[in-house]
């Protein structure tokens, strides 16, 4: 079913879960217990675990037909047409380390695709969101991307998967591009780059790996500030790459990547 409400209430319930999220994360724990999930570089916190659950409970009291993808393992039918997709920690290992820019990303989605998404940094206060066709807005102020930007001007951030046998290849698109562009940045949380592409604080952004809640929320907002977001060969994006830049500089990326 398409969803045929006002998008920004979705959102507005986006924004006022992540932030009830963020609450809880800011407390930080002194001692964490973790579960190995793919490989023992990916794990779950037990705020990854509590952050997940108080989303779930926060949506559902308010939209109890709605269904749920979370990356700790939140998976629900949706009777409504409306699913959300929530990653509870984007940026677990930043998250862990005490290090700035792991955020919450919700996004909402009916048979169309995402139609609205808000992230959520509170170590940085920083809030991002978007509804598809409403425009990007990073705390109120709305936001687009940086474009037109040459390669050998262009900041591009990236990630490496928690799988080690995929950073040989990560690591050889790091090389290409290294001597021919301004630089590289490793933020650690995959939302938070795609809202740096929307806001114009890097030139763009790719990664191998993701999974739907990394993209969900994150790429709306990239996209409705005009960003193309494209894998490798300029298709879909998804698991195989997640490329985001204005358009000049995509299109510039895409060749570059493909050499
Ligand atoms: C993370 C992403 C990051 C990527 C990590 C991991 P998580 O998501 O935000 O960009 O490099 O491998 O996928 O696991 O912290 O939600």
Known sequence: MTFIGDRQELCDLAIEVAKKAGELLMKRPAVFDLSEKSSVLDFATQMDIQSEAL????????????????????????????????????GTVNYFYGLPGWNISIGVKDETGVIAGAVFSPTTNSLWWATRGGGAFYNGLKISCNNPVTLDNALIASGFGYDRSARVSQSADIAKLLPIIRDVRRNGAAAVDLCYVAMGAVDAYFEE????????AGGLIATEAGAVISDRTGGA???????????????ELLAALAI
């Open 55 to 90: 989303i779930v409970k926060s949506l559902l009291e308010i939209r109890p037909d709605d269904g749920i993808v979370g990356e700790e393992g939140a998976n629900r039918e949706s009777k409504s047409g409306v699913t959300w997709v929530i990653d509870p920690i984007d």
């Open 237 to 251: 994006p998804g698991k195989s790459m997640v490329l985001a830049a204005g358009p000049a500089l995509h299109r």
């Open 209 to 216: 790996g993701l999974n739907e809640w990394d993209l969900a």
